[in-house]
């Protein structure tokens, strides 16, 4: 069975039945294309591949309307209750913290490349063998590292801006 005989032979009528079905030109684009790369991963066994193709398509479109009224049904759900979050944090203390993160980029954009990729990789939870082994050092020197960027890094930050090392 060939492929593309069948794709020049059936895709625009199976398109146009897909956009009356769908009433959506995207979707019975991609409908369509699905369809034929499910002919391409697993052809028909029968002998009518035009009938073959239009359930598959079929199939695929009511697939998808099932998935999006799914989908719906669970947003619908949830409608008229609250989320579940932090409570907001009030204007002050948002503009405190924006300040702070600010500071705390400026202080560390003052570091060498090698003292930010050291702290920020300790802050990951990198092992001393790790941080040596991604910035071409010894196991020994990191310790001493990390302590001269912390100072250097210290002295950058304003007293309340400390919190966040």
């Given at each position: 069975?060939?492929?593309?005989?069948?794709?020049?032979?059936?895709?625009?009528?199976?398109?146009?039945?897909?956009?009356?079905?769908t009433?959506?030109?995207d979707l019975?684009?991609?409908?369509?294309?699905?369809?034929?790369?499910r002919?391409?991963?697993?052809?028909?066994?029968d002998?009518?591949p035009?009938?073959?193709l239009?359930?598959?398509?079929?199939?695929?479109?009511?697939?998808?309307?099932?998935?999006?009224?799914?989908r719906?049904?669970?947003l619908?759900?949830?409608?008229?209750?609250?989320a579940?979050s932090?409570?907001?944090?009030?204007?002050?203390?948002?503009?405190e913290?924006?300040?702070?993160r600010?500071?705390?980029?400026?202080?560390?954009?003052?570091?060498?490349?090698?003292?930010?990729?050291?702290?920020?990789?300790?802050e990951e939870?990198?092992s001393?063998?790790?941080?040596?082994d991604?910035?071409q050092?010894?196991t020994?020197?990191?310790?001493?590292?990390i302590?001269?960027?912390l100072?250097?890094?210290?002295?950058?930050?304003?007293?309340?801006?400390?919190?966040f090392?």
């Amino acid at each position: 069975m060939d492929a593309a005989s069948l794709y020049a032979e059936h895709h625009p009528a199976l398109y146009r039945y897909l956009v009356r079905l769908t009433g959506d030109a995207d979707l019975a684009a991609d409908a369509a294309q699905e369809t034929f790369t499910r002919l391409l991963e697993k052809p028909p066994r029968d002998e009518h591949p035009r009938a073959w193709l239009f359930t598959v398509a079929t199939n695929v479109v009511r697939k998808w309307s099932n998935r999006r009224c799914r989908r719906a049904e669970l947003l619908g759900a949830h409608e008229g209750r609250a989320a579940v979050s932090d409570p907001p944090v009030a204007p002050d203390r948002a503009t405190e913290q924006a300040e702070t993160r600010s500071a705390v980029h400026r202080a560390l954009d003052s570091l060498s490349e090698k003292e930010r990729t050291i702290l920020l990789m300790r802050e990951e939870g990198f092992s001393h063998r790790e941080i040596a082994d991604a910035v071409q050092t010894t196991t020994g020197s990191v310790g001493t590292m990390i302590a001269r960027a912390l100072d250097k890094l210290a002295a950058q930050l304003p007293l309340d801006a400390e919190e966040f090392l």
